[in-house]
């Protein structure tokens, strides 16, 4: 099957695209970008999900990831084992926060740079798109590049104490 497009309907769909991507990123590495509000649908702290991330980074030392979200404050209840994997790998996963007036702009997206993309149309029951047209997920990740121009680094992944 060689779909470069389709759509998928509700958040367990959108998780279910969202590892189809992570073992892709895995196998052939690339920059990442997730864009949210606050990632309170993503399965960022499932085992999974960390075990993708950690595939990922271990296939590459140079693949960088950008989360970019309007406010981080549900990640540490959410997502421990996720803000726990990071520690050691902040040098490479950035966190992004983009000020209030452009979190309405925000689509959640999840992109593999120059490979594929999944964007989010209905934040309320989680519909939306994925492709692998390598010029649609270009155009998306312009468009996120000139949000994340106007953001600020968040979340420190380690915290510094005397």
Same mark, same amino acid.
């Given at each position: 099957?060689?779909?470069?497009? *389709?759509?998928?309907?509700?958040?367990? $769909?959108?998780?279910?695209?969202?590892?189809?991507?992570?073992?892709? +990123? %895995?196998?052939? @590495?690339?920059?990442?970008?997730?864009?949210?509000?606050?990632?309170? !649908?993503?399965? /960022?702290?499932?085992?999974? /999900?960390?075990?993708?991330? !950690?595939?990922?980074?271990? +296939? $590459? $030392?140079? +693949?960088?990831?950008?989360?970019? +979200?309007? &406010?981080?404050? #549900? /990640?540490?209840?959410? !997502?421990?084992?996720?803000?726990?994997?990071?520690? @050691?790998?902040? &040098?490479?996963?950035?966190?992004?926060?983009? @000020? #209030?007036?452009?979190?309405?702009?925000?689509?959640?997206?999840?992109?593999?740079?120059?490979?594929?993309?999944?964007?989010?149309?209905?934040?309320? =029951? *989680?519909?939306?798109?994925?492709?692998?047209?390598? *010029?649609?997920?270009?155009?998306? =990740?312009? #468009?996120?590049?000139?949000?994340?121009?106007?953001? &600020?680094? %968040?979340?420190?992944? =380690?915290?510094? *104490?005397?």
């Amino acid at each position: 099957m060689n779909e470069l497009s *389709g759509r998928f309907d509700g958040w367990l $769909s959108f998780q279910d695209r969202l590892m189809a991507g992570m073992a892709v +990123a %895995a196998v052939q @590495p690339a920059d990442l970008i997730f864009c949210d509000v606050d990632f309170k !649908h993503w399965p /960022m702290g499932s085992v999974s /999900m960390l075990d993708a991330f !950690h595939q990922w980074v271990m +296939a $590459s $030392s140079v +693949a960088q990831c950008r989360l970019m +979200a309007a &406010h981080f404050d #549900e /990640m540490p209840r959410r !997502h421990p084992r996720w803000l726990a994997w990071r520690q @050691p790998w902040g &040098h490479r996963v950035k966190c992004l926060q983009m @000020p #209030e007036d452009l979190a309405q702009s925000l689509v959640p997206t999840f992109i593999v740079k120059d490979q594929l993309g999944i964007r989010v149309i209905d934040s309320l =029951t *989680g519909a939306g798109l994925w492709t692998r047209d390598i *010029g649609t997920v270009r155009e998306w =990740t312009l #468009e996120i590049d000139v949000i994340s121009q106007q953001c &600020h680094e %968040a979340m420190p992944s =380690t915290t510094l *104490g005397l």
